[in-house]
């Protein structure tokens, strides 16, 4: 009986949305697309920025482990929008943003001028599925904000992280997914259909994490969060990254963290409730032809 009230719910709205859908079929949503959406994410911005600041301030604040040799670090951002994360970076990093919707440069180029600590290679305009014009392992840090979302081929996205990101170098992510709420996830289900028109091809029931899962990094270190301060319909989020290592992994057994989370060992995918402590985890080691997960002692 539930189930029969969403469909017949979020089938009234996509009958509402029809409009939108004729426009979009006949190019007309190319101004909203390229100029109105740019404005309204760079408004939005800082409202959204204000209320995830510590969160990513945790989830970047290790980022310049993953720096090469010579201590340069080359961040690749993918969909980059107007550049909300630039005053997140290390420090003299070097960050090439790319970015489908070219209506965003200008409010890019704001966000540059005012985060001088990092500098600037170009931004491409293409999308996470084809990363054209990005030479393979050419970078040491991949980092991907509420773009997962919206992207046509999720899968195809994490692969062309992973082929662009060195052996050893990592992808940072924070997106929000489907709720386990029901009363949540019974509102991003009715309304899906008119967000993806406002939010540009947004979907908010999602998840992602089981992409990421399967996305064939070595290592993955997520967390689960609420967004109180936000729209319920993006509540719910993901937070983390994932490392692509220099050796093929054999985890051998299952390790528990001292705070619950566990390391699995089928899929090496680590789940924590801290992302603190996943920053501070160091005690594991991975050794070729028997690698082991260190048990945290």
């Not at 989830?59 to 994360?85: H, K, P, Q, V, W």
Request: hydrophobic share 40%; glycine share 8%.
């Amino acid at each position: 009986m539930r189930a029969c009230f969403l469909r017949l719910c979020r089938l009234l709205v996509v009958v509402m949305t029809l409009p939108l859908s004729v426009m979009e079929m006949a190019g007309f949503c190319d101004v909203y697309h390229r100029r109105l959406f740019p404005l309204l994410a760079f408004t939005i911005t800082f409202s959204y920025n204000d209320k995830v600041h510590r969160l990513k301030r945790e989830l970047f604040r290790n980022m310049a482990r993953f720096a090469d040799s010579s201590g340069t670090l080359r961040l690749l951002e993918i969909g980059c929008g107007s550049g909300a994360n630039f005053r997140f970076y290390p420090n003299g990093c070097t960050v090439t943003c790319t970015d489908p919707n070219p209506g965003f440069e200008r409010y890019l180029r704001r966000n540059m001028d005012a985060n001088k600590h990092v500098t600037y290679e170009g931004f491409l305009v293409v999308s996470g599925e084809d990363l054209r014009g990005i030479q393979d392992e050419s970078v040491d840090v991949v980092v991907c904000t509420l773009v997962l979302c919206s992207v046509k081929n999720v899968q195809k996205v994490l692969q062309e992280a992973r082929r662009v990101l060195r052996k050893g170098g990592a992808f940072y992510f924070l997106e929000h997914v489907i709720s386990d709420s029901w009363w949540i996830y019974g509102c991003q289900y009715i309304f899906e259909p008119l967000w993806y028109y406002l939010g540009d091809g947004c979907k908010v029931t999602k998840a992602t994490w089981k992409d990421l899962e399967t996305a064939g990094f070595s290592e993955l270190y997520i967390r689960h969060v609420d967004v109180l301060e936000v729209s319920q319909m993006i509540r719910p989020h993901i937070v983390g990254y994932s490392i692509k290592h220099k050796y093929l992994l054999a985890v051998r057994r299952l390790s528990i963290l001292k705070d619950g989370g566990a390391l699995l060992s089928p899929s090496r995918v680590g789940h924590s409730d801290s992302l603190q402590s996943l920053n501070a985890f160091t005690a594991w080691r991975c050794q070729l032809d028997c690698p082991i997960w260190s048990d945290g002692n």
